[in-house]
């Protein structure tokens, strides 16, 4: 049976692209998002005009109804404006949200700290007052690596402790984990929390350095490489990402019987409330990334060698034990597979 889903976020990376998937299984849904100025809206914008949401969508609170796909519609809203969210939600009465808007980014946090206050917190506890307010059947949201922060055991576990952040951006995901648990206890909401783990793809963003090298290489510019190329990051084809939200979001997180407050589980509670890893297993040297993009494009880097910069974590590994077992979660596309088909779309996009 269809679902009616919230999709914030709509008009970023991993919205747009779970937003296609969605429909392609005939669920219902409509998008949000406030399509800001963090990287270039023109792309936000050019991903909508791909699901068949035309220029309308620049039209604050006013629904747009896709052109491909009548089961479609978009809002540009903010998730700090309650009456409006709460109106939509009132009206829709969603059987699923699933919260990918934020403030994204490591290092902007470390210069625009209220940005992330107001997206990542006031904006998030909206949307989870609403489905508090309006019994949504199940609330799936964006958390992050990055909450990782000075643990060095690899892989990153759920079961580990993330009580050291290193960046804004990762105390707000982990205060939207707390938040969640906190309706899930209160309020019996079911919620599921996943973290991504360096997602890359076609359509990606323009801040991620996968993005920002091929552009360079493409314009025979340098590519500054942090830590001296001295980094592992566990990059995942955005397909998998998307498999991996989509089979989440359909089994609403249940509390567990056997969960114990004297020996407790971090990423479970005998409240409906799951966390999830969700990357590749699958750590890649940085500087073997790099020749990977080299190799797509057939064009040699000049590499600038950096220091490490605030925020920044050496390396990231996702332990995805938890979404195998439950979900038969099996990311399979290979970084050479991934990287040809993000620098394909990149060329055709930007006319290179």
Same mark, same amino acid.
């Given at each position: ?21 969605? #429909? ?11 399509? *800001? ?116 055991? =690899? ?62 290489? #493409? ?11 001295? =980094? ?32 407790? *589980? ?87």
């Amino acid at each position: 049976m269809a679902l009616k889903i919230l999709v914030t976020g709509a008009a970023g990376f991993v919205g747009f692209h779970l937003i296609e998937s969605l #429909l392609k299984r005939n669920d219902v849904v409509v998008g949000i998002d406030s399509i *800001n100025d963090y990287y270039d809206p023109k792309l936000k914008f050019d991903r909508l005009l791909e699901s068949g949401i035309g220029a309308e969508a620049d039209n604050w609170n006013q629904e747009v109804v896709s052109t491909k796909n009548a089961n479609y519609k978009f809002v540009r809203m903010q998730l700090e404006d309650k009456d409006h969210l709460m109106a939509l939600c009132e009206k829709e009465r969603f059987d699923v949200i699933v919260n990918l808007a934020a403030q994204a980014g490591v290092r902007y946090s470390i210069e625009n700290p209220g940005a992330y206050m107001q997206s990542n917190l006031v904006g998030y506890l909206n949307v989870i007052e609403a489905c508090r307010h309006f019994k949504v059947g199940h609330f799936v949201y964006a958390s992050s690596s990055s909450v990782y922060g000075l643990n060095e055991t =690899m892989p990153f576990s759920v079961e580990h402790n993330v009580d050291h952040p290193v960046s804004l951006y990762a105390a707000s995901k982990k205060a939207n984990e707390l938040i969640a648990h906190t309706y899930s206890h209160l309020y019996k909401i079911p919620t599921s929390g996943l973290r991504f783990f360096t997602v890359y793809g076609p359509w990606g963003r323009p801040d991620m350095a996968y993005f920002m090298f091929t552009d360079s290489i #493409l314009k025979g510019k340098p590519i500054k490489v942090f830590n001296h190329g001295k =980094m592992k990051r566990d990059f995942t084809y955005i397909d998998d990402i998307v498999n991996g939200i989509i089979n989440v979001m359909d089994q609403p997180a249940a509390p567990d019987s056997t969960w114990s407050g004297k020996n407790p *589980n971090p990423a479970r509670s005998t409240a409906p409330y799951r966390i999830f890893n969700i990357g590749n297993n699958n750590p890649v040297e940085l500087m073997s990334f790099i020749e990977t993009i080299q190799d797509a494009i057939g064009v040699k880097a000049v590499i600038e060698f950096q220091e490490m910069q605030a925020g920044d974590v050496t390396a990231t590994w996702a332990n995805v034990d938890d979404l195998i077992n439950s979900f038969d979660y099996k990311p399979d596309t290979p970084v050479s597979e991934g990287i040809g088909k993000f620098v394909t779309w990149f060329k055709q996009y930007y006319k290179n």
